[in-house]
């Protein structure tokens, strides 16, 4: 875990919790909605351009669905972040509930509907990928350095070429366990748990985000940078 830093107060032990629900998500999206991701944008493009080259296995259909999804997203959560720009506590909050939203509504239907059908596979990508995408555009807005919780490309990157950096190896082995907790729960349990999962983790964050920015006056962490 990275040293407690006041000028971002809570924000990086929930980014780093956010980093592991995008590890159990996208775990679920590859492994069961068809080789797709919804949070790793970078793969789906690549994804794309293999699937129109012919490669099996791949869809054009799905990866278009995930990009169209997560851009939707990002537009709902680049507006929230201008709604509410004073304070960062209460955007996160925000915004952590939302996304808790439609992770329940994409729990239900995989527990009802399953996701093996085109009408439930489309609909949990295009639910996951909303989420996801309004929480990489509000991440952004956070500005905290090296925690993207969608995108490790630069992190590690970074974290070899400048050799330092406890947030960034800390984003990346959190990454990985949220994938390998998403995966196992995938194959050897089903996919509405490992859904519950990550909708267990996001309603902890939205409520101690909540929670940690009520103080009035405000908390200097709040504040925008």
Avoid: C
């Avoid at 590859?30 to 794309?48: I, K, R, S």
């Avoid at 350095?145 to 970074?158: K, W």
């Avoid at 983790?201 to 962490?221: K, M, N, Q, S």
């Amino acid at each position: 875990m990275p040293t407690p830093d006041p000028k971002h107060g809570p924000l990086v032990p929930m980014l780093l919790v956010l980093t592991v629900v995008t590890g159990v998500v996208d775990a679920v999206s590859y492994l069961e909605l068809g080789h797709v991701f919804v949070a790793n944008m970078t793969g789906n493009v690549v994804f794309l351009g293999f699937a129109l080259a012919g490669a099996a296995n791949l869809s054009a259909t799905a990866s278009l669905a995930a990009l169209a999804a997560f851009l939707l997203g990002a537009l709902v959560g680049g507006h929230l972040a201008r709604r509410l720009p004073g304070h960062r506590g209460r955007l996160l909050a925000a915004a952590v509930a939302v996304q808790a939203a439609l992770v329940a509504a994409a729990t239900a239907l995989a527990a009802v509907a399953g996701h093996t059908s085109d009408p439930a596979r489309y609909t949990l990508i295009g639910l996951l990928g909303f989420a996801m995408g309004g929480q990489n555009a509000v991440v952004r807005a956070l500005k905290v350095p090296d925690l993207t919780t969608t995108v490790l490309t630069m992190t590690i990157t970074a974290l070899a070429a400048d050799r330092t950096g406890s947030r960034r190896l800390a984003s990346a082995v959190w990454m990985f366990a949220g994938a390998l907790v998403g995966a196992l729960l995938v194959l050897h349990v089903s996919v509405p748990v490992a859904l519950a999962s990550a909708l267990v983790l996001l309603v902890a964050v939205a409520a101690l985000i909540h929670r940690a920015g009520r103080p009035t006056p405000a908390p200097a962490w709040t504040r925008p940078l």
